[in-house]
């Protein structure tokens, strides 16, 4: 058993996908098959439910991912502690936050950490804001750039990076729903006849569904969509009223598409922030970032 093998683990885990999670790890998806079985037989148990069609992780395999994480981590630190000079730290730091946030927010840290340690491979993963805290909760990432949970985790450090205000956004095109809203006062719009476009899951629709059963409204739900991209391009189309936070829509391709609807009482902001778990914030690559984000706050 090596690092290479727990990475492609790490990695079969993550994805679920031998295709995808082979060329993550640039190898071939039968030298990945091929280290899995090798591993599941040094252990003597199988790590992966798999059979034509899809891959699970079993029971083993789930309580492998921390020894695997954990191992990697401490590999890390190792390595690090070899050589004194910061300017050489060196490893491999995986981070997970939305597109949005990819351009944004995360955009100006990562310029500032290449030039002060240019030898440590950031691996971006992008996806649902959502799914940021849990991510790397369950040890799948290093950090996240995620929406400060209203109940923090006591194992997560969060260190806040920004603001982000929650708008309502609705179409500029000639569609059902723009002349709904529009022959309404923003106070009192029509909400048993407005279509929405709400997330899936995250603080966006918690928030969401307080809002409305403060109000004593049952909204009328069109769709729910992952992703606050995906709820702007919906809502851009005309089918229906969204939720986003604003720098998404500042940051959108489609923004001349849609306009904010004033509602009251307003959202409350999103705080944004980085995270990793507590235990790990020492690691010299974690507090490399963390050191760089901090400094970001202070200037």
């Known amino acids: 058993m090596d690092n290479r093998q727990l990475k492609m683990f790490l990695a079969l885990a993550d994805t679920l996908h031998f295709a995808q999670a082979s060329e993550r790890c640039h190898v071939s998806p039968s030298t990945l098959s091929r280290n899995i079985k090798q591993l599941e037989q040094q252990l003597g148990v199988m790590l992966f439910e798999r059979d034509n069609r899809t891959v699970t992780l079993s029971h083993h395999g789930q309580l492998f991912i921390q020894y695997a994480t ?12 070899l050589d004194d000079d910061s300017n050489d730290l060196r490893g491999e730091l995986s981070i997970y936050c939305s597109v949005t946030a990819s351009h944004s927010f995360l955009h100006q840290m990562l310029a500032h950490y290449r030039q002060r340690y240019p030898k440590v491979e950031i691996k971006l993963r992008t996806g649902d ?42 179409p500029t095109i000639r569609c059902e729903v723009q002349a709904l809203v529009d022959s309404h006062q923003s106070h009192v719009l029509p909400w048993a006849e407005l279509p929405m476009i709400v997330p899936e899951q995250g603080f966006a629709r ?21 992703g606050n991209e995906a709820i702007v ?67």
Request: aromatic share 8%.
């Open 129 to 170: 804001v959502a799914l940021s805290v849990a991510r790397v909760l369950n040890e799948q990432e290093d950090m996240a750039i995620a929406a400060k949970p209203d109940l923090m985790p006591v194992n997560l450090a969060f260190q806040t990076i920004g603001w982000s205000p929650l708008v309502f956004i609705t």
């Open 233 to 299: 391009s919906m809502v851009s189309l005309g089918f229906g009223i969204g939720v986003v936070p604003k720098i998404v829509l500042d940051n959108s391709p489609l923004k001349e598409l849609i306009r904010e609807v004033e509602v009251t009482p307003e959202l409350a902001p999103f705080e944004v922030g980085i995270c990793t778990l507590k235990k790990r914030l020492k690691t010299p690559l974690i507090h490399s970032l963390w050191q760089v984000a901090k400094e970001g706050i202070a200037n």
């Open 70 to 81: 954990t191992t990697l981590a401490q590999w890390d630190v190792f390595k690090s502690s």
């Open 206 to 226: 918690k928030r969401l569904d307080h809002w409305f059963k403060r109000k004593g409204i049952r909204p009328v739900i069109y769709s729910e969509v992952a």
